[in-house]
């Protein structure tokens, strides 16, 4: 099957959204050659006036790697009578789109369930050849209607809704109705209530009252009747989809224990992500997902060529067991690389504490792909995902690495969402995200903002101060909060809510935050002592912002109250989480 993703069209303005809505009128132009050129526009029209037709247009779209549409649906709701009308599903004509109209038709099903709607009501054409005469579209009809069997959906039967409008005009759609499995009775009242609803709104300029009042007053079974089962055994289990907005997408990088830097002191170790593991889990809101696969690309886009390059060649050079620190750094002339690679490990770092080893590679390489797994998983429809990963990343810059970091796992998914509209960075861990800020300084489509132990004292040292805003359009969208080196809890919370209020006002697309657990009591690297408490009321803070959330596993190194101090941080996430329609 093709890969696909499918993401929701936020707005019409972006450049990336306008290309894909064209994509999607190219579509339906070939699957509904009799919709004219003004009914297509006036989907703009709708998206952005739902006042005026009295329903919101939701657009989906699938597309692969390369941003090429291959179907898409239009989904209305009408929230005073709370309903969905699917207006529009289609896929691309041709071999690569086998599995998209599914996807795409359990994507809208876990929409129209998080709006808490009665269900969804469509129109499809019979699949009766009695009532038509042209029968070369029988065959396609009832694979279409018993692809919504499936799923419990089927016409709504003893009504006049299959009236043509037109005298003489024949094989009119039946009104087919899925109720996402909720085994609802719906009675003669509210069907009536939506079937005027549905030809008032949608065919505002087709119906005529006499036939709407009509069609109306055939509506005589109470609850009203759906047909039998045609195509599937009646007690063959339905369908469902899962609720994927509810729970919380966990990509764990399963090769972060082959970077084990066996010296004494090294802090960054495997047991990290056992500690947290163990404790989330007791949750039971997260859904493990499986990390996917990205090319090298996406992590040049934010690093150096050059220094990729440098960090896999060395590490593939590295015998078993040999770690390389840095101990030269070119500060006298750094335009000539040295040519002794362990020379040259100076060239790339910050410090002289984060080594190279054979195995760092590929652990920072598959750190990478569960970020970018948890931030294309946030455009298939979830709300909040979590790399839970190691190696960190939120130190490593465009050209080099540093504070056990190689690559910046969390500007790298950044880039990648980048695509999709604005995004905010917000950086909790203890020390500064000094790689997120050097990454997009000088951008305004990134706002970044980290609160940390003021550099004068913490590391990195050199970066994090308060007078650093970013340069030239990315000026003021860098935003440092650098605090003392003693903070309690409540007076910690009242920057974490500065600092939200900031994204909020930003209406970025997603937010991905790099969570760093370092700023709890007795964290070997820090100087604050936030308790497990403290973390569940930043976590509730965190849980009130309403856009699509992906959290990267950042640092913390107090073994004993990580996984705990995680634990109620996600409880208070989940205590407090609103789930926004946009
Ligand atoms: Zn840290």
Redesign the pocket.
């Known amino acids: 099957m093709a890969i696909f993703k499918i993401r929701k069209i936020s707005d019409t303005y972006l450049p990336s959204n306008i290309a894909s809505i064209n994509q999607v009128f190219k579509i339906l132009r070939i699957h509904f050659p009799t919709v004219s050129e003004g009914k297509i526009k006036e989907i703009l029209d709708q998206k952005n006036d739902p006042q005026k037709y009295k329903f919101s247009t939701n657009i989906f779209i699938a597309e692969d790697g390369k941003y090429n549409v291959k179907g898409f649906s239009i989904l209305f709701y009408m929230p005073d009578k709370n309903f969905c009308f699917l207006d529009y599903i289609a896929v691309k004509p041709g071999r690569t789109s086998s599995g998209v109209g599914g996807a795409i038709y359990e994507r809208i099903r876990e929409e129209a369930q998080m709006l808490k709607s009665i269900g969804i009501f469509m129109e499809c054409l019979p699949d009766d050849d009695k009532i038509c005469a042209d029968k070369s579209k029988i065959k396609q009809n009832k694979s279409r209607l018993a692809f919504y069997e499936r799923y419990g959906a089927r016409p709504i039967v003893g009504t006049k809704y299959e009236t043509s409008v037109t005298p003489g005009d024949d094989c009119e759609p039946y009104l087919v109705f899925d109720d996402l499995g909720n085994d609802i009775r719906l009675s003669s009242h509210q069907a009536k209530k939506i079937i005027r609803a549905i030809l008032e709104r949608k065919y505002h300029d087709y119906c005529p009252e006499h036939y709407i009042k009509e069609v109306v007053a055939s509506v005589k079974d109470d609850p009203i009747k759906l047909r039998e089962y045609k195509y599937y055994a009646k007690d063959r289990p339905i369908l469902k989809n899962y609720a994927i907005r509810e729970e919380i997408a966990l990509i764990i990088n399963d090769k972060h224990d082959i970077h084990h830097i066996k010296e004494v002191g090294y802090i960054e170790s495997p047991v990290r992500i056992r500690s947290i593991l163990k404790e989330i889990e007791k949750l039971n809101a997260f859904k493990i997902k499986p990390s996917r696969g990205y090319p090298d690309k996406y992590i040049t886009q934010v690093h150096n060529l050059k220094y990729f390059n440098y960090f896999k060649t060395v590490c593939d050079k590295l015998p078993e067991g040999k770690s390389i620190y840095p101990y030269v750094f070119p500060v006298r002339n750094v335009t000539r690389p040295p040519s002794d690679y362990s020379v040259l490990a100076g060239y790339y770092c910050i410090d002289t504490f984060t080594p190279i080893n054979k195995s760092a590679f590929l652990a920072a390489r598959s750190g990478v792909n569960c970020a970018l797994t948890g931030a294309e998983l946030l455009l298939e429809g979830y709300h909040t995902a979590y790399a839970l990963v190691r190696p ?1 990343g ?2 490593a810059e465009s050209d080099v690495f540093g ?2 970091c190689y690559f910046n796992n969390a500007s790298i998914a950044v880039k990648f969402l980048l695509k999709y509209g604005k995004i905010a960075i917000l950086d909790i ?3 500064h995200g000094n790689g997120h800020q050097q990454i997009f300084y000088d951008s305004k489509e990134v706002l970044t903002i980290s609160i ?1 132990g003021n550099p004068s004292f913490a ?1 990195p040292y050199f970066t994090g101060f308060a007078d650093e805003k970013g340069e030239g359009s990315g000026l003021n969208y860098n935003v440092n909060i650098p605090l003392k080196k003693s903070i309690s809890g409540v007076e910690y919370i009242r920057y974490l809510k500065k600092a939200i209020k900031k994204i909020i006002e930003f209406r970025p697309e997603y937010l991905i935050v790099s969570l ?1 657990l ?1 700023t709890a009591k007795g ?1 070997p ?2 100087t604050w002592s936030l308790n497990a408490n403290d973390f569940r009321n930043n976590g509730s803070e965190l849980g009130k912002i309403p856009f699509p959330i992906l959290f990267v596993q ?4 107090k073994n004993r109250t990580l996984g705990i101090n995680a634990r109620t941080f996600f409880e208070g996430y989940l205590s407090t989480r609103v789930i926004k329609n946009n």
């Open positions: 960190p939120h130190h504070g056990f861990d203890y020390h940390h590391y760093g370092d964290d690297t820090g950042e640092g913390g190194y």
